[in-house]
């Protein structure tokens, strides 16, 4: 795929336009995982996606081939979303604390009338290990998102980070050690000690708003659900806690073809600087 992605945006450098469509659908669903993780919010992250992509188009000259192209946009990428300052608002691991470990309880009826409790759970669950992500600083949140979540190798991440593998390493270090923490005191999917359960925290999590039973933002209709599917490894070892988590996530690919909104958004520009 990588190679694949190089040859088009070596043909996208000469002008050709089918090739600059085809990079830019190669790129959005990793592109979209990225804004995903980092930002939290999927309405967040389709918008930073489509601005990532538009980024894209306009630096492509500068792209020299040292690295894979995925490399090149993943670091146009973190560059944008470092910068997302007032988009990015940080949640506090206090705060969170705060809200779980609610007392057992049996979902409303009325909140089971558009999803199963199933789906609920994991829309939780989803939702709490984003809010997780975002409770780290942002330096050490991303190189988690491409260590630990995107499973990128420690000198891929560095130089997409433009910093050293060992800062890398300490950072996806320091970023492991306090969300392993965290789960470990608090999380019921990855400690069968701790006090909260995802199920327990859907009524509670409607009521602040937190949840709608009819649009969910992370949930997908599957099979077996993350939660589920942790549930039957059993105790998971609590040096790999964070990563089981979120690896047993789904992938998230973009919920739509941004190059085709791009492609529309660029032919209207070129529109209107020609009228």
């Avoid at 060992?166 to 000690?193: E, I, Q, Y």
């Avoid at 709608?212 to 209709?221: G, K, T």
């Amino acid at each position: 795929m990588s190679r694949a992605l190089d040859e088009l945006a070596t043909r996208a450098q000469s002008g050709e336009r089918q090739a600059l469509e085809g990079l830019l659908r190669g790129l959005q669903d990793p592109l979209y995982r990225l804004a995903l993780r980092f930002l939290g919010h999927p309405e967040a992250a389709r918008d930073a996606t489509q601005e990532v992509l538009i980024l894209v188009i306009t630096q492509l000259s500068s792209f020299r081939g040292e690295s894979a192209v995925s490399t090149w946009a993943y670091r146009v990428a973190s560059r944008h979303l470092l910068r997302q300052k007032r988009r990015d608002k940080r949640a506090r691991f206090e705060l969170l604390a705060a809200q779980l470990g609610q007392p057992e309880n049996t979902i409303e009826p009325a909140l089971l009338e558009t999803a199963e409790d199933r789906v609920l759970e994991e829309e939780l669950f989803l939702g709490c290990t984003q809010a997780m992500l975002r409770a780290l600083e942002p330096a050490q949140r991303i190189a988690f998102v491409l260590g630990a979540v995107l499973e990128l190798e420690s000198s891929e991440a560095a130089a997409i980070l433009e910093i050293s593998e060992p800062t890398f390493r300490k950072r996806l270090s320091r970023a492991r050690s306090t969300l392993d923490a965290f789960v470990s005191k608090n999380c019921g999917v990855a400690n069968s000690a701790a006090r909260c359960r995802c199920a327990f925290q859907v009524n509670h999590a409607h009521r602040q708003g937190r949840l709608d039973p009819a649009h969910l933002r992370y949930a997908l209709p599957v099979k077996q659900t993350s939660v589920e599917t942790l549930r039957a490894v059993g105790e998971i070892a609590r040096v790999k806690r964070s990563l089981e988590l979120y690896r047993a996530q789904p992938r998230f690919d973009a919920p739509e073809d941004f190059s085709a909104r791009v492609r529309e958004m660029l032919d209207s520009a070129r529109t209107l600087s020609l009228s």
